[in-house]
C-alpha cells in the first residue's frame, strides 16, 4: 500500500536552515508528483511546493520562493524540502502528499517543523 | 493568491445533510475542473474525498458528493454520521502550478 512518511522536523532558530525528506514506498515513485503542503498550529493547508515526476520542473508558493528548494531523489524514492531563512512564520507541520493530477490523493502524517529562538 | 473562502462552521443531525461551499475565483474555482476536497480529524493527515470537482475515489462512501457552479464550488455530505465530524478543506488548482487551499470548515453532527 501506499506510504509516505516525513522525517527531519525539529527546533530550529530564525534565519537557520532545515532539510525535512518523505520516503515513499508502495508505488513507482518516479511516475509521480511530489507536493509539500504545510499546516500552522491552529490553521489551515497552504501549499508550498511540487516537483513533477522527472525531478526537472519545480514551482513554489511565493511565501517560499527564494528560500524553499524541493528536490527528489527517484533512486532512493525520497522528497526533499530544504528550507533556508527560516522564519517564525513557517512553523507548522510539514506533509508530503503523492500528486493525482491537480490534486493530491495521499498525504504523509507529517512532521513538526517550529521556528523559534 | 487570496485563499478561497469558505464558511467557518456547519453543522447538522445524524442523517441529515450538510453543504459547504468554496468560493474563489475565475482564475482558480472558476477557471478549472480541479477541485477537491479533503477531510481532517484533529491530529491527522488530510484525506482526499473529492477530487475534479465530483469524483469519489475508491473507498470514499457515496455520501459524500461534489459540484460547481461558476467561481463556487461545493461539497455536501448526505447522511451524517457521526465520524464525519471533521474539518474540511477545499483546494483548486490555480494555474502555472500554483494551487490554493480553502480556508476550511469544521462540520460539526449535533
Known amino acids: 500500500q501506499v506510504q509516505l512518511v516525513e522525517s527531519g522536523g525539529g527546533v530550529v532558530q530564525p534565519g537557520r536552515s532545515l532539510r525535512l525528506s518523505c520516503a515513499a514506498s508502495?508505488?513507482?515513485?518516479?511516475?509521480?508528483?511530489m507536493h509539500w503542503v504545510r499546516q500552522a498550529p491552529g490553521k489551515g493547508l497552504e501549499w508550498v511546493a511540487v516537483?513533477?515526476?522527472?525531478?526537472?520542473?519545480?514551482y513554489y508558493a511565493d511565501s517560499v520562493k527564494g528560500r524553499f528548494t524541493i528536490s527528489r531523489d527517484n533512486s532512493k524514492n525520497t522528497l526533499y524540502l530544504h528550507m533556508d531563512s527560516l522564519r517564525a512564520e513557517d512553523t507548522a507541520v510539514y506533509y508530503c502528499?503523492?500528486?493525482?493530477?491537480?490534486?493530491?490523493?495521499?498525504w504523509g502524517q507529517g512532521t513538526l517543523v517550529t521556528v523559534s529562538s | 493568491q487570496s485563499a478561497l473562502t469558505q464558511p467557518p462552521s456547519a453543522s447538522g443531525s445524524p442523517g441529515q445533510s450538510v453543504t459547504i461551499s468554496c468560493t474563489g475565483t475565475?482564475?482558480?474555482?472558476?477557471?478549472?475542473?480541479?477541485v477537491s476536497w479533503y477531510q481532517q480529524h484533529p491530529g491527522k493527515a488530510p484525506k482526499l474525498m473529492i477530487y475534479?470537482?465530483?469524483k469519489r475515489p475508491s473507498g470514499v462512501p457515496d455520501r459524500f458528493s461534489g459540484s460547481k457552479s461558476g467561481n463556487t464550488a461545493s461539497l455536501t455530505v448526505s447522511g451524517l454520521q457521526a465520524e464525519d465530524e471533521a474539518d474540511y478543506y477545499c483546494?483548486?488548482?490555480?494555474?502555472?502550478?500554483?494551487?490554493?487551499f480553502g480556508t476550511g470548515t469544521k462540520v460539526t453532527v449535533l
Open positions: 475534479e470537482v465530483s
Open positions: 508502495g508505488f513507482t515513485f518516479s511516475n509521480y508528483g
Open positions: 475565475s482564475s482558480d474555482v472558476g477557471g478549472y475542473n480541479y
Open positions: 483546494s483548486s488548482y490555480a494555474g502555472s502550478n500554483n494551487f490554493v
Open positions: 502528499a503523492r500528486a493525482l493530477y491537480y490534486d493530491w490523493d495521499y
Open positions: 516537483v513533477w515526476y522527472d525531478g526537472i520542473n519545480k
